[in-house]
């Protein structure tokens, strides 16, 4: 589920639709959580699905580390990518922003993370990086996970509409790992490593 404080707006022919903010939303609030309606599909079901819908589902839905296939239910599968993006993926099936969201700010995550199966090269943003590749995540994590540690300790501290989303196990974890009783499970723990041939 996306995060109540945003809203669907068109943002360019060439990104189509994206997710933003309609109030503030300051860093550490989680933006997003997989919850009980988002659809999980394995493999096999993707492989049965029909040619001009599987590209719709191939658009609109990420792979999680042990090879299943999200389609979220809301906003939340029109988040654009950006190199320099505002929210993360943490790998505990939830996203945070990683620094304050404007009102009327795009909401915005690093397709790095999804389990691509082939390049994606999307605008020029001026950075190093040009295209998202099928292992960003093996080349990236320690950089995301820096982002996210600075911001983690802040979850327990400002409003999380979200929270309650969280199973209580994943609740424990954040409470551990806020008061420096646990490490952060990094984001290399995202990564799904087979069938990746189609880059």
């Not at 499970?185 to 041939?197: A, D, G, I, Q, R």
């Amino acid at each position: 589920m996306m995060h109540p404080h945003t809203r669907l707006e068109w943002i360019n022919d060439k990104k189509g639709f994206g997710v933003i903010a309609t109030q503030m939303i300051p860093k550490g609030t989680i933006t997003w959580v997989q919850d009980q309606l988002d659809i999980v599909f394995l493999q096999k079901d993707a492989d049965e699905l029909n040619p001009i819908t599987r590209e719709a589902f191939e658009k609109y839905s990420f792979r999680n580390s042990a090879g299943e296939y999200i389609l979220c239910w809301d906003l939340a599968k029109y988040v654009n990518h950006s190199f320099k993006s505002n929210c993360l993926s943490t790998a505990y099936n939830f996203e945070i922003a990683v620094r304050d969201i404007q009102i009327g700010e795009e909401l915005t995550d690093d397709y790095g993370y999804l389990n691509i199966s082939e390049e994606f090269i999307p605008e020029d943003e001026g950075v190093e990086r040009k295209a998202v590749q099928p292992d960003d995540i093996l080349k990236c994590y320690k950089e995301w996970d820096l982002d996210l540690e600075r911001v983690f300790p802040l979850i327990l501290d400002i409003a999380q509409p979200l929270y309650q989303l969280l199973s209580e196990s994943v609740q424990q974890e954040i409470r551990k790992i806020t008061s420096g009783d646990k490490k952060m499970l990094s984001t290399k723990n995202l990564y799904f490593m087979p069938e990746k041939s189609r880059i």
